[in-house]
C-alpha cells in the first residue's frame, strides 16, 4: 500500500536551527537509493489476537505511534525511514507476514535497521523470518546464532492449533522453535518479564524445555536489576546477533493500559529500559552491535488513556533508534540480492555452521 506521510507533523523550532529539529523534519519515504539509516515498518492487523482471542484494536497502533513520535526531538545518528504498512483485512495472516518478512530482509540487504510496529505478537513470526532468510542469502552455507530477547508478560509458546493453525498472537516463538528444530538451528530464547499468573504451568515446561532463559516480572527491580543484566549479558554473548521484540503488556496496566492483555504486575519502564541499552550495547568481536533488528507488539489503542501507551511504545522507538551507530566496519562486498534470489533463499537451508551477514 502507498507510504502515508501525512502524519508526520509536529512542532516546528526554526530558530534554533538544525539543534531544533524534531523527527518528522527529518523522516522520508524509504527506497532503494537511499543511505543507510533506520527503516520504520507498520504492521496493521487485529488477526492474530483475535484467533488468540485477545481484544482486538492493534491495527490502528502502527500510524498512532509514528503521531507520537514524530514530535520527538531529534538526537540520533542514522537517518529515518518509512517503509509503510502490511495489511491483514482478508484474514491471511500468512502471506501478510511473508510480505513484512520480505520488506524486512529488503531492508537488511540494504544494510537499513528495521524497526516494525504492530499489531499483534504474530508480528515475531515475519521479523524473526525476514533475519533468518537475509543471513541465507548472504551466507547460505552458513547457520547463524540468532538470539531472540522478548520483554514480554507472556511466553507466546502455544501450540498453534485450531483457528490458529497457522499461527496467533500467542504462537509465535513456538513457530520459529520449531522452525529451528527442523532445519537444525540453535534455538536462542530470552523472555524477560513473564507474569507467572498469565501463564499455565504448561508453557513453564515448554520454556524450560527449550532452555529458555525466563525471568519473571516480579524478579526484575532495583535491587535486582544486577544479577538479571548478567543473566541477559552471559545469553547474549552465545549469540551471533540480536533481534529484540517488545510486547506492550510487559509493563504495569497503570503505566501502559492501551495493551490488547493489561499486566497486573508489570515492570517498571525505567528498568526495561536500562536493559533495552545492555542489548543496544552488545558488540562483536569487531565492535559492531549486535542487534539487528527490533519490534513492537500488543499496543492496542482503543484502550489507551490520554496517550499514556503511545507515548511509551514511541519513547521505546526513540530509545532504540538512538542507540543505533553506522556500521563501523567499512564495507568490501556491496552486492544488492534482488527479490527472486531473497525469496528463493528464504529459510530452506539445513547448514550447521555459523552465518556472518556483515558485509
Known sequence: ????????????????????????????????????????????????????KGRVGAKASPQIIRQALANLPLHHALPFYDGGDVDCDDGNLVDAQQAVSNKVTHALQHHHFPLVLGGGHEIAWASFQGLAAHCLA??????????????????????????????????????IADWCQTRQWPFLYACLGVSRSSNTQALFNKADTLNVLTVEDTDIAPH???????????????CDYLYLTIDMDVFPASVAPGVSAPA????????????????????????????????????????????????????????????????????????????????????????????????
Not at 507510504?3 to 509536529?10: H, K, L, R, Y
Not at 551466507?139 to 507466546?156: K, S
Not at 501450540?159 to 513457530?175: I, L, R
Not at 535486582?224 to 552465545?238: K, R, Y
Open 264 to 359: 497486573t504486575h508489570g515492570v517498571d519502564y525505567p528498568l526495561v529500559e536500562h536493559l533495552i541499552k545492555l542489548v543496544l550495547s552488545a558488540k562483536d568481536e569487531n565492535g559492531e552491535q549486535k542487534i539487528r533488528l527490533a519490534d513492537i507488539a500488543e499496543f492496542n489503542p482503543n484502550y489507551d488513556i490520554d496517550n499514556h501507551t503511545a507515548r511509551l511504545a514511541a519513547r521505546l522507538v526513540w530509545t532504540i533508534t538512538r542507540g543505533l551507530s553506522p556500521r563501523q566496519a567499512k564495507r568490501t562486498d556491496n552486492t544488492r540480492l534482488d527479490s527472486h534470489q531473497i525469496n528463493t533463499a528464504h529459510c530452506d537451508s539445513q547448514d550447521k555452521e555459523r552465518c556472518d551477514d556483515r558485509s
Open 138 to 175: 548472504r551466507h547460505p552455507h552458513h547457520v547463524p546464532r540468532i538470539g531472540i530477547i522478548n520483554f514480554d508478560a507472556h511466553f507466546d509458546l502455544r501450540t498453534p492449533s485450531g483457528d490458529a493453525v497457522t499461527g496467533s498472537s500467542g504462537t509465535p516463538f513456538s513457530q
Open 1 to 52: 500500500m502507498p507510504i502515508d506521510m501525512s502524519v508526520w507533523q509536529g512542532r516546528m523550532d526554526s530558530e534554533d536551527g538544525d539543534a531544533g529539529r524534531r523527527i518528522h523534519q527529518v523522516v522520508s519515504k524509504l527506497n532503494d537509493d537511499v543511505e543507510e539509516g533506520i527503516a520504520l515498518f507498520g504492521f496493521c492487523t487485529d488477526e492474530g489476537i483475535r484467533r488468540n
Open 224 to 238: 535486582t536489576l544486577n544479577n538479571v543484566a548478567q543473566s541477559l549479558a552471559q545469553f547474549m554473548d552465545s
